[in-house]
């Protein structure tokens, strides 16, 4: 999720904590669709919709974000952000009213480049089922030590707690937002003083058996490169810098690290090199989001989509192990290519196979160059 915002220029501010009575644009900055202030329910509120509003002085990396909150049950998300380096790098945090009580009614996820992470980002560590009331003042106190964060809804007892934050590290601007639906805000605090959260032990989604542990991958690149191909030679990757990235959540790689996405540049080829004894047909279980060309040897083998709502109406989109390909590998090193290409929601790279006699994967950091055949 990202709103246009310049971070050129931002106010420094040595106060360890400001209330806001009001919305102002001395306090204030707004970007996106509609932002209004206005007396709602009672109180002084910010009405936001398919908008953002950053507090250019609230300098923030630990401490408590707090906030009064009314939405109504219509689809969208509405959230805050924090630790931004500009528009396209920081943590995020956000409601899905419609889905109150689900499983999936909040999303934590990191954002890098722009690019969001919500079908990489799943499970007990990153959601929670928490009941939201709709069209009523709700208190939202957001609390972030270092590492870890926990997530407090007009109670005293966390209501979500993220275990690992994995976004930026630094200090950054807090904002809070609406996507596609309208929200009210009041009562906004920062306040920048340390509050100690006791660790709590949430179960992790294990890596699947036989997961490829790193990747060699390329920076961002056309989706022409690969578009329509049947085949990939030598000079399509030649002059490709690839960087090593490791497997992490679920085993899965999160390409959105590679760089910042475009309607053309859209893709990153994400590379591991397979050595067999033989020539062999080895079974291959492939997870990505949103779409995959896969090539062996330079030869396309697959061609899939699991973007949001590809296989049926209720689809998310979530990365899995959803395909399984059978590899016609040959006698030697073998080298596997597959151009993810993204529209939103998660850009990713997982695969795995079982272990089998005469086949090992070559370490990521000694393949000398891309499509090398030894």
């Not at 919305?23 to 970007?31: G, L, S, Y």
């Not at 908008?51 to 974000?65: H, K």
């Not at 030590?145 to 809804?153: E, G, I, L, P, T």
Request: charged fraction near 20%; proline fraction near 6%.
């Amino acid at each position: 999720m990202s709103f246009a915002i310049r971070a050129a220029g931002v106010l420094l501010c040595a106060s360890a904590s400001r209330a806001l009575a009001q919305f102002d644009t001395t306090a204030w900055r707004f970007a996106g669709d509609s932002a209004r202030v206005e007396t709602f329910a009672g109180r002084p509120a910010l009405m936001l919709r398919d908008a953002l509003a950053y507090m250019p002085a609230a300098r923030f990396r630990v401490g408590t974000i707090e906030f009064d909150l009314n939405v109504s049950n219509a689809a969208g998300f509405v959230g805050v952000q924090f630790r931004m380096q500009g528009a396209e790098d920081y943590e995020d945090f956000y409601f899905r009213p419609m889905n109150s009580g689900a499983p999936d009614a909040t999303q934590y996820q990191p954002v890098f480049h722009g690019n969001t992470g919500w079908q990489i980002y799943v499970g007990p560590r990153y959601t929670a089922p928490i009941e939201l009331h709709h069209d009523r003042w709700m208190h939202v106190k957001l609390v972030v030590d270092d590492d870890h964060a926990a997530v407090f809804v007009d109670s005293d007892t966390i209501a979500q707690y993220i275990p690992r934050l994995l976004g930026p590290t630094g200090t950054g601007i807090v904002a809070i937002y609406a996507r596609f639906t309208a929200a009210r805000f009041a009562n906004v605090r920062v306040d920048t003083s340390r509050v100690a959260i006791p660790r709590r032990s949430v179960p992790e989604s294990e890596a699947p058996a036989g997961v490829v542990p790193h990747w060699r991958v390329s920076p961002v690149v056309s989706e022409k490169l690969v578009a329509g191909k049947t085949a990939l030679s030598p000079s399509d990757t030649h002059a490709i810098r690839w960087t090593d990235l490791a497997a992490t959540e679920r085993g899965i790689v999160n390409l959105g690290v590679a760089g910042t996405r475009s309607m053309d540049t859209n893709t990153v080829l994400a590379s591991v090199v397979i050595r067999a004894d033989a020539q062999r047909r080895l079974p291959f279980r492939l997870g990505f989001s949103d779409r995959a060309r896969v090539y062996l040897n330079g030869r396309l083998v697959f061609v899939g989509d699991d973007s949001y709502r590809s296989r049926d109406p209720r689809f998310l989109g979530t990365v899995g192990l959803y395909d399984t390909l059978i590899l016609p590998l040959d006698k030697g090193t073998n080298t596997l290519v597959v151009a993810v290409s993204e529209g939103s929601g998660g850009w990713a790279v997982t695969g795995a196979f079982d272990p089998t006699p005469g086949v090992t994967l070559v370490p990521a950091a000694t393949v000398r160059a891309i499509g090398s055949r030894r």
